[in-house]
C-alpha cells in the first residue's frame, strides 16, 4: 500500500484560498488515480475532486469553477487549490490513491475551517 501524508489545511475567512498536498510514498505513484474527499461532523465522506493517471479530472458540483485538482508525478504529490471558499467547506479532507487493481489507502486528514 502508498503511504498518504496530507498537509496544508487551517483557518481561513470566506472567500480565501488554501491548496492542500498530499505526498505519497512508493514509485508508481503515476499509476494511481488519487482523490480528495471530505467530510464534515455528522455527515457522510464526499468525493471533492478526482485526478486519473493520464490526468482527466472530475469534480462534485459543489466545488466545480471554485476548486482545482492536480499531480506533480516528479514529486510524488497531490493538489488540491481551493478558492472562494465557503463555510460549506468545512470538513477534514482526506488524500486517497487506488492502484490499477482498485485497492484504496487513505491519508490521515487535514482539517479545513473557513470562518470569519
Known amino acids: 500500500q502508498v503511504q498518504l501524508v496530507e498537509s496544508g489545511g487551517g483557518l481561513v475567512q470566506p472567500g480565501g484560498s488554501l491548496r492542500l498536498s498530499c505526498a505519497a510514498s512508493?514509485?508508481?505513484?503515476?499509476?494511481?488515480?488519487m482523490s480528495w474527499y471530505r467530510q464534515a461532523p455528522g455527515r457522510e465522506r464526499e468525493l471533492v475532486a478526482a485526478i486519473g493517471s493520464g490526468s482527466s479530472t472530475n469534480y462534485a458540483d459543489s466545488v466545480k469553477d471554485r476548486f482545482t485538482i492536480s499531480r506533480d508525478n516528479a514529486k510524488n504529490t497531490v493538489y488540491l487549490q481551493m478558492n472562494s471558499l465557503k463555510p460549506e467547506d468545512t470538513a477534514v479532507y482526506y488524500c486517497k490513491a487506488t492502484s490499477i487493481t482498485g485497492s484504496a489507502s487513505w491519508g490521515q486528514g487535514t482539517q479545513v475551517t473557513i470562518s470569519s
Open positions: 512508493g514509485s508508481i505513484f503515476r499509476m494511481y488515480v
